[in-house]
């Protein structure tokens, strides 16, 4: 006999940062993007639970198991003079994909949003990735093609910092 299976989703806690570590490595892979990432599990628990934490999650666990995670923070709208909800990754494991549990993220991050009086709910999808723009398509995201992620790192942010001096 086949038992069940069990979805739930609850705020992420200390323990969960070495699944959540690892399914940040499985989306870079999958967005070709492991070369960038320098995140370990100690600058993630520092970033979600340290002393000014930047960020927050959510996981998603199968029996018990953690499948899915996403990681957001809040931003603010100076035209809706309000805070937003960004989310910065979503992610599934490739093995428990199909089920709705992307969706059912989604949906609580909304709930977070509307309990937190937020004027937004934002996040970026890579252009390529038109199973993912769909998916948010269906979902009632409205994708902006008019607006480009601007982004200075490294070398660069360095320079424009000096720039002021």
Not at 5 to 30: C, G, K
Not at 82 to 98: A, P
């Amino acid at each position: 006999m086949t038992s069940a299976t069990h979805f739930s989703i609850r705020p992420a806690e200390p323990a969960d940062v070495t699944d959540i570590h690892s399914m940040i490595v499985e989306l870079a892979v999958f967005e070709k993007l492991e070369h960038m990432v320098v995140a370990t599990e100690e600058l993630l628990h520092e970033g979600l639970f340290g002393n000014k934490p930047a960020c927050e999650a959510i996981v998603g666990e199968e029996n018990g198991e953690v499948v899915a995670f996403a990681l957001f923070f809040h931003n603010f709208s100076t035209f809706l003079t309000k805070k937003g909800l960004y989310l910065e990754d979503l992610y599934v494991r490739q093995s428990h994909r199909g089920k709705g549990y992307g969706t059912q993220l989604l949906a609580r991050l909304a709930q977070l949003a509307v309990e937190r009086n937020c004027g937004r709910f934002e996040w970026s999808v890579l252009d390529w990735n038109e199973p993912a723009i769909g998916f948010y398509q269906t979902m009632g995201a409205e994708i902006l093609p008019e607006w480009r992620i601007c982004r200075v790192t490294g070398e660069a942010l360095d320079h424009l910092a000096r720039r002021g001096l």
